[in-house]
C-alpha cells in the first residue's frame, strides 16, 4: 500500500493575540525534482522568501501535485480551553479539510504535534521544521496564512500593530495594551499574570 506523506506545523502558539494556526500539507504526485531546494523552516526565512514559498505551494497545488489546508483556533476557544486543546483542535480540522483516509496517510508532525490516534502511521520529530522539508513547507504556509489575517486585524483594531508585531509580546504591544486595554482578540489567560482583569476590555 503506497502512503501519502503528510506534513504539520503550527504557528502562533506564544502570541498576545490572534489565533493559533495549524498547517497540513499532503504530497499527493511526485513532485519536480528539486521541488524543495532551499527550503528552511519559516522562521530562518525573510518575509520575502515565505512569500516566495507560499507561492510556489499555491502552484503545486493547482496543478495537482499537492493539498494543504490551514485551520485556525481563535482567541477566546484558547481562553476557554487552553492553547494544547485549540492546537488539538486546529490539527484535526486541517486533517478533516484535506479528507485524508487515516490507513493510507504518513503523517510527520513537528515539536510536539501529534495527530488523532486514528493515524496510526505517524510520527512527530523534534525541530522537524528544520528537517524534514514538506513539514517546513507547513510552517511557511501556516506562517503566511496567520500573518496575512493579523494584517487583517491591524485594520480592524488600529491601536494595536498587529501588523508589525502579529501578536507577539514585543514592548510596543505591552504599551499598547497598557494604554487601550485589550481588544476582541487578546488572549486573557495570557495576560493575567501582566495585567489585572479589571483593566480588560
Known amino acids: 500500500m503506497n502512503l501519502l506523506t503528510v506534513g504539520i506545523d503550527e504557528v502562533g502558539r506564544g502570541p498576545l493575540a490572534g489565533p493559533v494556526s495549524v498547517c497540513a500539507v499532503v504530497i499527493k504526485r511526485k513532485l519536480p525534482k528539486g ?17 516566495e514559498w507560499y507561492r510556489r505551494a499555491r ?6 501535485l499537492i ?6 483556533s481563535s482567541a ?21 479539510l484535506l479528507k ?12 510536539s504535534l501529534y495527530a488523532p490516534k486514528k493515524f496510526r502511521n ?6 522537524g521544521d528544520e528537517k524534514i ?27 494595536y500593530g ?7 509580546g514585543t514592548a510596543a504591544h505591552y504599551r499598547a495594551i497598557k494604554k487601550h486595554g485589550l481588544s476582541k482578540i487578546h488572549r486573557r489567560s495570557f495576560l493575567t499574570a501582566v495585567f489585572k482583569l479589571n483593566i480588560y476590555k
Not at 35 to 51: D, P, V, Y
Not at 59 to 64: E, I, L, P, T, W
Not at 67 to 72: G, I
Request: without cysteine; hydrophobic residues 40%.
Open 100 to 111: 485524508l483516509d487515516s490507513r493510507t496517510s504518513h503523517i510527520l508532525l513537528d515539536g
Open 35 to 51: 521541488f524543495f531546494k532551499g527550503i528552511k523552516n519559516s522562521k530562518a526565512l525573510s518575509s520575502l522568501r515565505r512569500e
Open 122 to 127: 505517524q510520527k512527530t520529530i523534534i525541530r
Open 59 to 64: 502552484a503545486a497545488r493547482k496543478a495537482g
Open 67 to 72: 493539498d494543504y489546508h490551514v485551520a485556525s
Open 76 to 96: 477566546d476557544f484558547i481562553d476557554q480551553r487552553g492553547i494544547v486543546s485549540a492546537l488539538r483542535a486546529a490539527l484535526s480540522r486541517s486533517l478533516r
Open 133 to 159: 522539508p514538506v513539514i517546513a513547507l507547513a510552517s511557511i504556509i501556516a506562517k503566511v496564512s496567520r500573518d496575512r489575517w493579523m494584517r487583517h486585524y491591524a485594520g480592524v483594531f488600529p491601536r
Open 162 to 168: 498587529f501588523d508589525q508585531h502579529v501578536g507577539y
